[in-house]
């Protein structure tokens, strides 16, 4: 179960709160409907269930004790990182991942 959220543009769209043109500006091309419900599997799962579902691309973040799953599709920059404590996920957030090269 999700207990805190890194930023309010995440918080929002789980809780599918209005959002301003300026917040949505910054999705870009991210699929609202999809992220939300990338982060209602997030609520309702364990590290278990989550490794069990390939689409979502779970993975541990190198050097970090963050994970990580795909916040729309495996060709989305988009992605949803948490830490994991005590069986729950905190500080949950939506990051877009831009190629530095």
């Known amino acids: 179960m999700i207990q805190s959220f890194a ?3 995440t918080e929002k769209l789980f ?3 209005e959002m301003s043109r300026r ?3 910054k999705l870009g091309a991210l699929n609202p409907v999809k992220a939300f419900e990338r982060l209602a599997i997030l609520n309702e799962s364990d590290e278990k269930a989550l ?3 390939p689409a979502l691309h779970y993975h541990k973040l190198k050097g970090s004790t963050k994970y990580s799953i795909d916040a729309d599709s495996r060709k989305s920059p988009w992605r949803i990182t ?3 404590e005590n069986a729950e996920m905190r500080n949950v957030g939506l990051v ?3 190629d530095t090269h």
């Open 82 to 84: 948490f830490q994991w």
């Open 7 to 9: 930023d309010t543009l």
């Open 51 to 53: 490794r069990l579902i």
């Open 23 to 25: 917040e949505l500006n």
């Open 96 to 98: 877009k991942i831009e």
């Open 15 to 17: 809780l599918g709160a």
